[in-house]
């Protein structure tokens, strides 16, 4: 099973700060947003139901778990907040790259897949076995676009079924590292 006790709990990534979500000063604000922003644009989500609050707050709270197997970044530049994004172990050697969310521009346009590149990175670096995969809407162009960079490559159909995933909706792939 992977963990990612060895990833950096704050990094920089093109002036923009990813700091681990347990160690965020302001949680509270921080899940606040997300909450706001997933519900506004929950149509782009694989599972688009409506989130309270307070189930916002237990979803980012799992990411306390130990043996920690899924990390979620806050993205931040100049104490604003920028967006999310995550990794967390699937099943064998797959792990999935999680909920990236944008909040504001800013940090440029080329932000998120710099910040995919670096978490590719550190994936090849401590799990080398590790599978890198994405699920996405396939109607939802911002996320098609961001993964076609890393020019992602579609499972089996098998895979679909192992994981209860509508292939005409979904996209689920893997990228090289």
């Not at 929950?42 to 979803?59: G, H, I």
């Amino acid at each position: 099973m992977v963990t990612f006790e060895l990833f950096p709990s704050l990094e920089d990534v093109d002036g923009v700060k990813l700091t681990d979500v347990n160690n965020f000063a302001r949680f509270d604000e921080f899940v606040r947003l997300a909450n706001r922003y997933r519900i506004m644009f929950r149509d782009n989500f694989v599972d688009n139901r409506v989130v309270s609050l307070e189930s916002t707050f237990e979803y980012f709270g799992s990411y306390r778990t130990s043996p920690k197997t899924k990390i979620m970044y806050v993205i931040t530049k100049d104490d604003e907040l920028i967006g999310h994004y995550g990794l967390r172990f699937a099943k064998d050697n797959i792990v999935m790259l999680d909920n990236a969310v944008r909040f504001s521009p800013a940090g440029g346009r080329d932000l998120f897949p710099a910040i995919q590149s670096r978490l590719l990175g550190y994936l090849r670096n401590f799990w080398p076995d590790s599978l890198p995969s994405i699920i996405v809407k396939r109607e939802n162009p911002f996320s098609m676009a961001l993964h076609n960079k890393f020019m992602p490559i579609e499972f089996a159909d098998h895979f679909y079924q192992d994981f209860c995933l509508d292939k005409e909706v979904i996209f689920f792939g893997y990228v090289s590292k």
